[in-house]
């Protein structure tokens, strides 16, 4: 651990550091600079040791895998799949248009050797406990040979600012914007609906308690409210 040492040495009343001289500004800032440390004797050498002040840690980024799929094997449905955190990751899937929609789990390991692989468990839906996914740019390959592929465009997963530990799923749908949202992680999961319009999309926020005819705009991979915010797209 690097060590920040001062060295401050009053010599005297006299000295050019003495307490009578300079504003008093700048003795609080010393003292602020100094924080924790006694009272120095007046010509007595004082050294300081102390760490510097622990550096935030930027949080890991997480695995490359969140995105809107399709299936070959359902080719009206979609596959959102995102990672919760950097060792699990949460599918939600529908075959059909009017199917039902399935949530599923999968575990993901992260190497130099072998890239990234998701190991999920498709139960849910009557498929295997534990199939493995290997994650190669856009798509996941699985062991039968079938592979999701990721859509292009706006669909995908995207962070919001004003809620960074939440996410929100747009898909679009002719005519519609479909919005998935999650606030928190253990937050309430809400839908909204939103309808295309001249230069973007007029989507309904009221089910979050947001106004009912909010317009957004689709630029440089970003969805733009009127308020400045910006979703970005993972």
């Known amino acids: 651990m690097k060590v920040f040492a001062s060295i401050v040495i009053l010599a005297s009343a006299c000295s050019a ?8 500004n700048n003795a609080a800032t010393r003292r602020d600079f100094f924080s924790g440390v006694a009272s120095a004797a007046v010509a007595a050498g004082v050294v300081v040791a102390q760490p510097p002040a622990a550096m935030a ?8 895998i969140n995105g809107i799929y399709s299936d070959p094997k359902h080719p009206n449905g979609y596959r959102v799949v995102r990672a919760a955190d950097k060792n699990n990751a949460v599918v939600t899937l529908q075959d059909e248009p009017k199917g039902p929609i399935i949530t599923c789990t999968g575990k993901i390991k992260t190497s130099k050797k ?12 009557g498929g295997p ?7 190669d740019g856009d798509k996941i390959f699985f062991p039968d040979g079938n592979a999701w592929t990721k859509f ?3 669909d995908g997963i995207y962070s919001d600012p004003n809620h960074p530990a939440g996410y929100r799923v747009v898909r679009l749908s002719g005519s519609k914007m479909n919005i998935t949202l999650q606030d928190e992680p253990k937050g309430d999961v809400t839908e909204l609906v939103g309808k295309k319009k001249a230069g973007g999309y007029v989507v309904d926020f009221s089910p979050k308690g947001g106004p009912k005819n909010l317009g957004v705009q689709i630029k440089d991979g970003q969805l733009v409210f009127p308020d ?3 979703w970005t797209k993972f």
Do not use: E, R, W
């Not at 840690?57 to 490359?64: G, V």
């Not at 890239?115 to 139960?123: H, Y």
């Not at 406990?129 to 994650?135: D, F, M, Q, R, S």
């Open 57 to 64: 840690k930027s949080p890991a980024p997480l695995p490359p």
């Open 228 to 230: 400045g915010n910006a």
């Open 129 to 135: 406990k534990n199939i493995l996914g290997t994650v």
């Open 152 to 154: 292009p465009g706006v």
């Open 17 to 24: 550091f003495s307490t009578n001289q300079g504003p008093a």
């Open 114 to 125: 072998t890239g990234t692989t998701v190991t999920f468990d498709l139960s849910p839906k």
